[in-house]
């Protein structure tokens, strides 16, 4: 690797017993890795120990913090469940929020219909939004995922799926460059800074529903001054 390399971890997103979604990322590290721009690591979220009786940043796995921290990118291998994605993917997700911002993400589902997994990159993808990834245009698909491996969990029709990732990577690796040149080039001076993620900022829902639109409007713009030292209020 050199020191332009990008870094960008996979992420698989369930912990079932019998997942096929374990193939389909391995499938991907072993390609990516085949490359001289990019470094990645599998990140298995079932190795992950995070607490179930709490949310967000309180419950961080410092680990998971610091592969993302340093992740030019990233990509999610997320089997399609009742139409929706795993919970503790979600719940995983949500322990992080400043790691993300500025970078891109590319979506893989998996599927056991016919479909690879589309319903799921779609509820996926006002996810990203939120936690401050940008997503890139290409997805990757795998549907009918009981009849892609054979027994010792290799991909049968190999090269189909080789030339499938090497546009999505193309892709990813484009926008990943360039939004790594964005946050180390660009300058925002007085404006917000690239580490506020003002999706943090928030008020929750239920709080939402008790306040104004100017109302949210100066309590995001009271937040996001004390961060910088500097409260105001109008």
Known sequence: MTNTSLFIPVILGTTRQGRQSEHVAK?????????????????DIRKIAIATNDAGESIKDPQFSATVDRADGLIIVAPEYNHGYPGLLKHVLDSCLKEYIHKAVGLCGVSAGPFG?????????PVMRELGLMTIF????FGNVQRLFD????????????????KFMNELVWMST?????????NLENKHSTEVNLHANKPCPEMATRMGTDAIDTFIQASTDTQSNKVETS
């Open 117 to 125: 997994g589309t319903r799921v990159i779609q509820n996926l993808l």
């Open 138 to 141: 290409y997805d990757l698909n």
């Open 151 to 166: 027994e010792s969990g290799n991909l049968i029709d190999k090269q189909t799926y080789i030339r499938r990732l090497d």
């Open 178 to 186: 360039v939004l790594r040149y964005g946050r180390q080039k660009v």
């Open 27 to 43: 499938f991907i590290v072993e390609q990516i890795a085949t490359r001289d721009d990019v470094e990645t690591e599998l990140i």
